[in-house]
């Protein structure tokens, strides 16, 4: 069984670093930059990934893990402690738009409503 989960997590990281590039943009506009994407490539023109290399993986993938390292952690589904471990990875996290600031990036954070972030860390 953890072979399964660990496989699912790794799966999810290299799923997240295979479609960075095109994170927020729309089917045309995948279309019109890329074509058909059918390998890992450096994000050119998503606000959400832009300056990012191929093979780099988001917040989504981030996330996941902290989520699961945390329900490994706590025996359980601990919100206060997954909330705990998304705070933290922000605070350091690269600002993922170049001249911006991590915060510009995440109002979700700053209690302004859903937004979409993106960057660079290590599983």
Same mark, same amino acid.
């Given at each position: 069984?953890?072979?399964?989960?660990?496989?699912?997590?790794?799966?999810?990281?290299? $799923?997240?670093?295979?479609?960075?590039?095109?994170?927020? !943009?729309?089917?045309? &506009?995948?279309?019109?930059?890329?074509? @058909? *994407?059918?390998?890992?490539?450096?994000?050119?023109?998503?606000?959400?990934?832009?300056?990012?290399?191929? $093979?780099?993986?988001?917040?989504?993938?981030?996330?996941? !893990?902290?989520?699961? &390292?945390?329900?490994?952690?706590?025996? @359980? *589904?601990?919100?206060?402690?997954?909330?705990?471990?998304?705070?933290?990875?922000?605070?350091?996290?690269?600002?993922?738009?170049?001249?911006?600031?991590?915060?510009?990036?995440?109002?979700?954070?700053?209690?302004?409503?859903?937004? @979409?972030?993106?960057?660079?860390?290590?599983?």
């Amino acid at each position: 069984m953890r072979d399964y989960i660990r496989g699912t997590i790794v799966a999810g990281a290299i $799923g997240d670093a295979f479609g960075m590039p095109c994170e927020g !943009l729309t089917r045309a &506009e995948i279309a019109r930059h890329y074509g @058909t *994407v059918t390998s890992y490539r450096d994000s050119l023109y998503s606000r959400h990934t832009k300056g990012m290399k191929r $093979g780099e993986y988001t917040d989504d993938a981030q996330l996941t !893990l902290a989520t699961v &390292e945390s329900i490994v952690e706590k025996r @359980t *589904v601990d919100i206060e402690d997954i909330g705990r471990r998304f705070t933290d990875l922000y605070k350091d996290w690269p600002a993922p738009v170049p001249g911006t600031t991590p915060n510009d990036s995440h109002p979700a954070l700053l209690g302004k409503g859903a937004g @979409t972030a993106s960057g660079a860390g290590g599983l």
